[in-house]
């Protein structure tokens, strides 16, 4: 409050108090889907130790900053996959996240596992759309009041309704997700009095993202995850706005903000887009040391040579392969495997254990069975003809199999794989040693 109006009588601070309201700046930096890759990238860019220097830095006489995590902190590398995600959540505290909410991987391991992340975590876990048979919350709160800068900053997160479609019942146990829409803004409704900034931190897919916008006009920031690739531009509507930024660590996003308090809406907005560039950014001692710890005792189970690649394989490219690898690991005739499922590319040259579990990380088991022709999906045919009587072997992952309906999978009901040829990840990594040569 200005000091003139600090002298006045109570009487007449009465009269002025609508100048109270101003315009106040607010930083975010916020980041999605890291997805537990610790180390950079092929590509030199992300890897834990790195991303806490920058983060540190942009940090650094910021008098308006906080930190803002979208979701899929774990899940897909081997220390996540053996360790089931808790090493990712303890270096993970030493990021400094002031909010974070859960991504639908924080479920790979079961539902029980989730609240370890809850409860490991040094920083606020927030979602207030995943809820129990009663309408209990799975984290302690849907929303979180930070205080920066003069500003209460409310932060509400929510996780995307296709959550059981990217997940198996068995480890989601009762939780569910209640509407995205009508909850969040149940809550915004809620904050209304007691903020001057609502962000909704949401892992949520573009559509959902569109539909806050159009359907939400009480948020009027976004901070989303889910979708890896990050956007050019922030998605905007009617001065409310989208920011998300690219998996795996590859940047940081940096939402600057001018915020009227008077009407709780943002007057003015700049996004960039920081790299994480391994080969320019010194890396943080503290979270280097806490990396190497869990990376080597992951490294001599999956540091190992396995095979050598005479070309690199692009996503598509290894779908292609890993279908054609359970085809011959389980004599089936056809199999499917969905894109979302394939993790990683395939690098040229010498192949380690370690870029299977990169392609593979969740522990999904090869299952297959037998059915006419006629009952093979349209997906899975792709354009081929097959005699509508004769019976064929159709492999597929035991997720494709409990999740057959949803639009990137079988698009089927009741197709049955009672055959069982274990873990899909150790099909692929049997299958790559007997080969030694890959072209």
């Known amino acids: 409050m200005h000091s003139w109006i600090r002298r006045l009588p109570a009487l007449a601070l009465l009269a002025v108090a609508p100048l109270a309201a101003e315009t106040r700046s607010l930083t975010i930096l916020h980041l999605n889907d890291l997805h537990a890759h ?8 992300g890897g834990f130790a790195y991303l806490a220097t920058l983060i540190r830095e942009q940090r650094a006489n910021c008098q308006d900053c906080i930190l803002l995590y979208g979701g899929d902190l774990v899940q897909g590398t081997p220390v996540s996959t053996i360790f089931h995600g808790l090493p990712i959540y303890e270096i993970a505290n030493l990021f400094g996240f002031d909010a974070a909410t859960l991504g639908n991987h924080e479920f790979d391991y079961g539902w029980p596992q989730t609240q370890k992340f809850i ?14 048979a009663d309408g209990q919350l799975l984290t302690p709160k849907p929303y979180v009041i930070l205080k920066v800068n003069g500003l209460r900053v409310a932060v509400i997160g929510a996780l995307t309704n296709d959550l059981p479609t990217l997940t198996t019942p068995k480890l989601l146990g009762e939780w569910h997700t209640a509407p995205l829409v009508a909850t969040v803004r149940k809550y915004a409704d809620e904050l209304r009095d007691q903020s001057d900034l609502i962000v909704l931190l949401a892992h949520i897919n573009a559509k959902e993202e569109k539909a806050v916008l159009s359907q939400a006009p009480e948020i009027p920031v976004v901070v989303s995850g889910h979708v890896h690739f990050g956007l050019d531009q922030p998605i905007t509507e009617d001065g409310r706005l989208v920011v998300r930024t690219k998996s795996y660590g590859e940047e940081l996003g940096r939402l600057n903000l001018k915020v009227d308090t008077a009407t709780k809406s943002v007057v003015s907005w700049n996004w960039q887009k920081i790299p994480i560039d391994s080969r320019e950014i010194q890396p943080a001692p503290d979270v ?8 080597d005792q992951v490294s001599a189970r999956v540091d190992q040579p396995l095979a050598v690649s005479k070309r690199a394989f692009t996503r598509e490219e290894v779908r292609d392969l890993m279908e054609k690898i359970m085809c011959e690991e389980t004599g089936a005739d056809f199999a ?10 395939l690098p040229k040259g010498q192949l380690l254990v370690r870029n299977i579990w990169n392609i593979m990380p969740f522990d999904n088991e090869l299952v297959f069975g037998k059915m006419k022709g006629r009952d093979l999906p349209p997906v899975v045919l792709n354009g081929r003809q097959v005699d509508p009587d004769r019976e064929y072997t159709l492999a597929v992952s ?3 199999a409990s999740n057959q309906s949803a639009p990137d999978q079988l698009r089927s009901k009741g197709l049955e794989f009672p055959g ?9 990594i049997d299958w790559f040693r007997k080969k030694k040569v890959i072209e």
Not at 38 to 45: A, D, G, H, K, M
Not at 119 to 132: D, E, L, R, W, Y
């Open 38 to 45: 610790l180390t950079p990238l092929q590509n030199s860019r």
């Open 119 to 132: 409860q490991t975590a040094h920083f606020p876990i927030v979602c207030s759309n995943v809820v129990g």
């Open 288 to 295: 280097a040391r806490e990396v190497k710890r869990w990376e």
């Open 336 to 345: 499917f495997m969905n894109l979302g499922g394939v993790r990683d590319t």
């Open 398 to 400: 035991d997720f494709t």
């Open 420 to 428: 069982n040829g274990g873990l899909l990840r150790d099909a692929l």
